[in-house]
């Protein structure tokens, strides 16, 4: 017998809140967004209405909603760990989007909250959903890449030019360096499920060709700890490129996005085995930001695990912490 699909409330309805919205509407009987919670409630009344959601300017409403089984957040970073704690408090499962939290101390609450309850935490790093990365993940899990060695990656775009500079996405409260929430956070995750914990970090955070008053090009270069290097950039101030790049001892991969994930449009893969040719193949367009979300539906009726452990979600966020002292300091700093 299906079960029935998992009633969501989406906080949060700008840009992401609105994407996830869209692509919600392809999986009705995995999850269905019965409610939508945004204080700017005039922006979002007619999309809300079109679809038959409920919508709120108070989170207290969804929370307070018998018939919300999950929350999903899609709100400014700053008050992701308070939202989880109070999704928890109301017995709510929850997908963040990313950062899961700013420091390592509130990412560790936000999964003990969760473990303690029983509730599933769902996290918004859906690269790991792009066939060509869950690929290259399944490869180097086997073993066919051989030891990895390094990781470069980089993940650019120019969208947050055009912001009122009050946006909260430039405040330093909320995206600190650059644009090192906004996507080289992916990119941390991605190093750290394929190298682990990271031991150190050397990040330059620097205002080059905008006003961006958090600048505009970050860099870091981090160490891990059971060896290996990742070298992970992002500028806010250049056209959109999306790279990551894997060596190892057996082979290596080089992923590119022919497009932003807002708007899927498939995947170049250049990779090579030792003793083999080098190898450029087209991956086709898939929906990685709605597999996540059916994963996460999924971990919720218990057919499988949602895959991004505990682990995973703390040694991304002390890497993420200890970027932000490193571009302050402008030192290698310990990752706690
Ligand atoms: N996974 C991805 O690829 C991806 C891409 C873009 C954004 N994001 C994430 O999505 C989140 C939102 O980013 P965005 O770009 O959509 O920002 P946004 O500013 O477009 O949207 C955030 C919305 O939250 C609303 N909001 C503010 N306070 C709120 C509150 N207390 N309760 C409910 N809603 C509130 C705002 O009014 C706004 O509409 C961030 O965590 C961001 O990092 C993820």
């Known amino acids: 017998m299906r079960e029935e699909p998992v009633r969501v409330a989406l906080i949060g309805m700008g840009w992401w809140g609105r994407k996830m919205l869209s692509v919600l509407d392809t999986v009705p009987h995995e999850i269905r967004v019965v409610r939508a919670?945004?204080?700017?409630?005039?922006?979002?009344?007619?999309?809300?209405?079109?679809?038959?959601?409920?919508?709120?300017?108070?989170?207290?409403?969804?929370?307070?909603?018998?018939?919300?089984e999950a929350v999903i957040l899609a709100t400014p970073h700053a008050l992701h760990e308070a939202q989880i704690a109070a999704a928890v408090t109301a017995g709510k499962h929850v997908f963040c989007e990313k950062?899961?939290?700013?420091?390592?101390?509130?990412?560790?609450?936000?999964?003990?909250?969760?473990?303690?309850?029983?509730?599933?935490?769902?996290?918004?790093?859906?690269?790991?959903?792009?066939?060509?990365?869950?690929?290259?993940?399944?490869?180097?899990?086997?073993?066919?890449?051989?030891?990895?060695?390094?990781?470069?990656?980089?993940?650019?775009?120019?969208?947050?030019?055009?912001?009122?500079?009050?946006?909260?996405?430039?405040?330093?409260?909320h995206a600190p360096a650059g644009g090192m929430t906004a996507t080289g956070i992916h990119l941390l995750d991605l190093s750290v499920r394929l190298l682990g914990p990271a031991e150190s970090v050397w990040c330059i955070c620097e205002r080059l060709s905008s006003d961006l008053p958090q600048g505009d090009t970050v860099a870091a270069f981090i160490k891990f700890r059971h060896g290996g290097t990742a070298y992970v950039s992002a500028s806010l101030a250049n056209p959109f490129i999306s790279r990551f790049a894997v060596f190892g001892a057996r082979g290596w991969v080089d992923i590119r996005d022919k497009a932003h994930v807002e708007a899927p449009d498939g995947w170049i893969v250049t990779s090579a085995i030792t003793g083999g040719p080098t190898r450029t193949v087209e991956v086709p367009p898939a929906e990685p930001v709605k597999d996540n979300l059916v994963a996460f539906a999924r971990a919720i009726r218990g057919v499988e695990p949602y895959p991004i452990t505990a682990d995973h979600l703390i040694n991304t966020i002390a890497l993420l912490e200890a970027v932000f002292v490193s571009a302050r300091s402008g030192k290698i700093e310990p990752v706690a």
């Open 99 to 173: 950062p899961l939290a700013l420091t390592k101390a509130g990412a560790e609450r936000a999964v003990a909250l969760c473990r303690e309850a029983g509730l599933v935490l769902g996290m918004g790093h859906e690269r790991r959903w792009e066939p060509p990365i869950a690929d290259l993940m399944a490869k180097a899990d086997a073993g066919v890449l051989g030891r990895i060695h390094q990781i470069e990656a980089n993940f650019s775009h120019d969208k947050f030019l055009t912001l009122n500079r009050d946006n909260w996405r430039l405040n330093a409260e």
């Open 37 to 68: 919670v945004e204080p700017n409630v005039s922006a979002v009344r007619a999309l809300c209405a079109s679809r038959g959601v409920a919508l709120t300017a108070d989170y207290a409403d969804a929370l307070s909603d018998p018939q919300v």
